[in-house]
């Protein structure tokens, strides 16, 4: 899946620790982008010779590589059922004041 930068929370691949408990290493976190981890990657975009990643895109590494690790199937979700989820989110969040 890749990074929807109109939906997502963008950083720069740099400041990626920060938003991973644990705070790891900028070069685990580059090694999970460029290279991955039991063949799953970190998403990333290049945008203006800068790589970026998305809270959204760690979260779904994390759940990709623990199901791995746990012997399930990756979640996944079709783009129709992310586009749903974030309309529904949106509305619910319109529906607080937010």
Do not use: C, Y
């Amino acid at each position: 899946m890749s990074i929807d930068i109109t939906n997502e929370n963008v950083f720069p691949v740099r400041e990626a620790p920060r938003h991973i408990p644990g705070r790891p290493s900028q070069a685990s976190v580059w090694r999970w982008v460029l290279h991955g981890v039991g063949g799953i990657k970190l998403d990333s975009i290049l945008m203006g010779g800068r790589r970026l990643t998305s809270s959204e895109a760690i979260q779904r590494f994390a759940d990709a590589r623990t199901a791995a690790v746990n012997g399930e199937a990756a979640p996944t979700r079709t783009p129709r059922q992310r586009h749903r989820a974030i309309h529904a989110a949106d509305a619910a969040l319109a529906r607080d004041g937010i």
